[in-house]
């Protein structure tokens, strides 16, 4: 059994296809919580399953998270011909919005398939659902094509969808950009979208399909990733990745998210700060675990040696979510094979009406 409290609360990616021997080394000494694969660092199949294989070796942990960004659409990192692609949240959105029983029919069903091929390279931790809800004026990084539907119920209804499609595969879902990145009219990897909409309208709207999310009976085998955002009717000074108000009156307090939080990646843009000082306030906020992605080598390493180790609290909620990762029965998802499920999502995608 994984004793969480030996590792740093933090999680890093690797530059290329396999662990330079430094990585290596870094990983071995500081034994980060988590992993987390990009475009760059998947070619194949076994390259990937490799890669997973070195990073949890390294550390010295069997269970380490794996984690990568597998929505469907633009925001993939696994890409044909090697690997299979699947739909953006938009094109399921649509089919819902159509014929609400099929699409989410068919958003479980992408999930499902899409966990069986993630886990049958290690990969254990999928970035997705996005359950923001896109204000009309949201950035088109967000909103071109990532996103369910402007309603929260029905946000929440397909967010909910894939979260049970994952799990069927055994496979943990992170829902993002909790408490809501929807209002943000600039792409917080390159800078801090401020939101001044009051916090009456947030709850209705924003934070719904978090919320919603958070009390089902996934509640505790669910990730969530915080966002890059300043909500100024909750906090003016701070983002909520680095807000301990909204992590305390929001996220863990109003919705009742009692899961795994992580920071998205602190070298993004819309943070400032040395990467040390990310860190900490990232943690300060209340962050389970912090994430540094896209960095040089140098920063890695002022990132992993400044986290601290994952908090007792930390601790029994990424062991109860990796626990909960193979609680879900699985067993009536996978009738007649793969094949015989892609076709049938295939069917149902074809009923989507294009205009």
């Known amino acids: 059994m994984t004793d969480w409290t030996n590792l740093k609360a933090i999680i890093v990616d690797a530059a290329g296809t396999e662990l330079s021997a430094e990585e290596r080394d870094l990983f071995a000494a500081e ?38 960004d597998q929505e469907g659409g633009t925001v993939a990192r696994l890409r044909a011909p090697e690997f299979r692609e699947y739909p953006a949240a938009k094109i399921f ?27 049958d390279m290690g990969i254990t931790v999928n970035c997705a659902p996005v ?69 009456e309208i947030l709850s209705t709207t924003d934070f719904k399909p978090f919320k919603y999310l958070a009390q089902t009976n996934m509640k505790t085998a669910l990730w969530a990733m915080a966002a890059h955002v300043v909500y100024s009717q909750l906090d003016p000074d701070s983002a909520a990745t680095v807000s301990a108000r909204v992590t305390r009156d929001v996220i863990r307090g109003n919705m009742g998210f009692d899961g795994v939080l992580i920071a998205d990646d602190i070298s993004m843009k819309a943070l400032g700060g040395t990467i040390e000082d990310r860190v900490a306030r990232t943690m300060a906020a209340g962050m389970d675990v912090t994430m540094i992605c896209n960095a040089s080598f140098e920063e890695r390493v002022l990132a992993l040696q400044s986290a601290p180790k994952v908090s007792a609290s930390a601790a029994a909620r990424l062991a109860e979510a990796e626990r909960q990762r193979t609680a879900f029965d699985a067993s009536d998802n996978d009738n007649g094979g793969r094949d015989a499920l892609h076709q049938k999502l295939a069917e149902l995608l074809q009923q989507r009406k294009t205009g």
């Open 31 to 68: 034994k980060p919580a988590g992993f987390i694969l990009f475009k760059r660092n998947c070619v194949s199949k076994q390259q990937v399953t490799d890669l997973v294989a070195a990073a949890r070796e390294a550390v010295g942990c069997p269970d380490l998270p794996v984690l990568i």
């Open 131 to 199: 359950v923001d809800v896109p204000a009309p004026d949201c950035h088109e990084f967000l909103s071109g094509s990532r996103t369910f539907s402007d309603s929260p119920d029905m946000v929440g209804k397909l967010g909910e969808a894939v979260c049970r499609g994952l799990l069927a595969g055994q496979v943990t879902p992170v829902m993002k950009h909790i408490p809501g990145h929807g209002r943000a009219k600039v792409d917080s990897h390159f800078a801090l979208p401020v939101v001044d909409a009051t916090a």
């Open 93 to 119: 959105g649509e089919l819902a919005s159509d014929a609400a029983e099929q699409g989410i029919e068919a958003t479980r069903m992408s999930a499902y398939l899409m966990a069986l091929d993630l886990a």
